[in-house]
T-cell receptor, first 112, second 116 residues
Framework: GENVEQHPSTLSVQEGDSAVIKCTYSDSASNYFPWYKQELGKRPQLIIDIRSNVGEKKDQRIAVTLNKTAKHFSLHITETQPEDSAVYFCAGLSGGYNKLIFGAGTRLAVHP | DSGVTQTPKHLITATGQRVTLRCSPR?????VYWYQQSLDQGLQFLIQ???????AKGNILERFSAQQFPDLHSELNLSSLELGDSALYFC???????????????FGEGSRLTVL
């Protein structure tokens, strides 16, 4: 079955620095890779996603890159701000469209 | 507000008991997903329904069961509860299937279950 590995588990950066979170997946049939942000005590929310026909996608300070050959994808946050502090989850599809499997999460702390 | 409603928000019960968690998806969403999030853990996929039919199962225990009703709301039943079942249970919904054209999952606020 699908397995999504995510690292690092924790990441601490200074405000203004960049942050990179990496994920690998096992199901070569996966074609959809979203990233969710979960602030403390709140529900996960989609921040960006990418499909397998695209190598990179950007949305303001957030970008996601996908390497299908190597089966890994990454989240890049530039010019980090304290409000970026949260747990970030990557995810990949398994079993066609029916299972969205999440990585273990990365706890990002942005220090002023 | 995501539009996904989960009840109850908090539930405290004893080992061996049975509870039912309820989820109302966003209006128009046909897919419902259940995830378990233990303390400081990730989101463990339990089960998924689409338009009333079970479509996928994760590592859901045999003591757990779920269903999606004709009005598209879903219930997750947890029985013979153990201490380790204490967790935040999220329901999420999407218009179609996860990777479809509108693949975003909208999560509810979760039901926090504490088993004593």
């Amino acid at each position: 079955g699908e397995n999504v590995e995510q690292h690092p588990s924790t990441l601490s950066v200074q405000e203004g620095d960049s942050a990179v979170i990496k994920c690998t997946y096992s199901d070569s049939a996966s074609n959809y890779f979203p990233w969710y942000k979960q602030e403390l005590g709140k529900r996960p929310q989609l921040i960006i996603d990418i499909r397998s026909n695209v190598g990179e996608k950007k949305d303001q300070r957030i970008a996601v890159t996908l390497n299908k050959t190597a089966k890994h994808f990454s989240l890049h946050i530039t010019e980090t701000q304290p409000e970026d502090s949260a747990v970030y989850f990557c995810a990949g599809l398994s079993g066609g469209y029916n299972k969205l499997i999440f990585g273990a999460g990365t706890r990002l702390a942005v220090h002023p | 507000d995501s539009g996904v409603t989960q009840t109850p928000k908090h539930l405290i019960t004893a080992t061996g008991q049975r509870v039912t968690l309820r989820c109302s998806p966003r209006s128009g969403d046909l897919s419902v997903y259940w995830y378990q999030q233990s303390l400081d853990q990730g989101l463990q996929f339990l089960i998924q329904y689409y338009n009333g039919e079970e479509r996928a199962k994760g590592n859901i225990l045999e003591r757990f069961s779920a269903q999606q009703f004709p009005d598209l709301h879903s219930e997750l039943n947890l029985s013979s509860l153990e201490l380790g079942d204490s967790a935040l249970y999220f329901c999420a919904s999407s218009v179609a299937l996860a990777g479809g054209p509108t693949g975003e999952l909208f999560f509810g606020e979760g039901s926090r279950l504490t088993v004593l």
